[in-house]
């Protein structure tokens, strides 16, 4: 674990650098993806989601839930890197809305997306 200073505008700005974010997107599908078929499946999802998101196990049941019902848009039962990426953009996206344009000092993982983001702020400088 790492302590950053993140705001908002930190983590939208991640997103919005396309290369950046697709690269980090692709390295976590990879991490959920633990038996390489190239879906998440609900399991992966849901043992894999506590690695990146800062969340307490019945937050994360239920987002599993809420993930599968909104963004498995075929229905099929997994998550594809297609569906996975909208995920994690509004993912990020809730997030920036919920630190907002203060900097906050965060508890990260080293692997998570928002680490990803502080380090993509700090590359530009
Ligand atoms: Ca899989
Ligand atoms: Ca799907």
Request: negative net charge.
């Given at each position: 674990?790492?302590?950053?200073?993140?705001?908002?505008?930190?983590?939208?700005?991640?997103?919005?650098?396309?290369?950046?974010?697709?690269?980090?997107?692709?390295?976590?599908?990879?991490?959920?993806?633990?038996?390489?078929?190239?879906?998440?499946?609900?399991?992966?999802l849901?043992?894999?989601?506590?690695?990146?998101?800062?969340?307490?196990?019945?937050?994360m049941?239920?987002?599993?839930?809420?993930?599968?019902?909104?963004?498995?848009?075929?229905?099929?039962?997994?998550?594809?890197?297609?569906?996975?990426?909208?995920?994690?953009?509004?993912?990020?996206?809730?997030?920036?809305?919920?630190?907002?344009?203060?900097?906050?000092?965060?508890?990260?993982?080293?692997?998570?997306?928002?680490?990803?983001?502080?380090?993509?702020?700090?590359?530009?400088?």
């Amino acid at each position: 674990m790492a302590l950053a200073v993140v705001n908002g505008p930190t983590v939208t700005e991640f997103v919005e650098d396309k290369q950046a974010f697709e690269t980090s997107v692709k390295e976590c599908f990879e991490m959920l993806d633990t038996n390489g078929d190239g879906e998440i499946s609900r399991d992966e999802l849901c043992a894999g989601i506590c690695k990146f998101m800062t969340q307490t196990k019945q937050e994360m049941g239920n987002l599993c839930d809420s993930i599968f019902e909104r963004f498995d848009e075929n229905k099929n039962g997994s998550i594809d890197p297609k569906e996975f990426r909208s995920l994690m953009e509004e993912i990020m996206f809730a997030m920036a809305r919920g630190i907002g344009n203060s900097p906050v000092l965060m508890v990260l993982d080293p692997e998570s997306l928002l680490m990803k983001a502080v380090q993509h702020e700090y590359a530009k400088k």
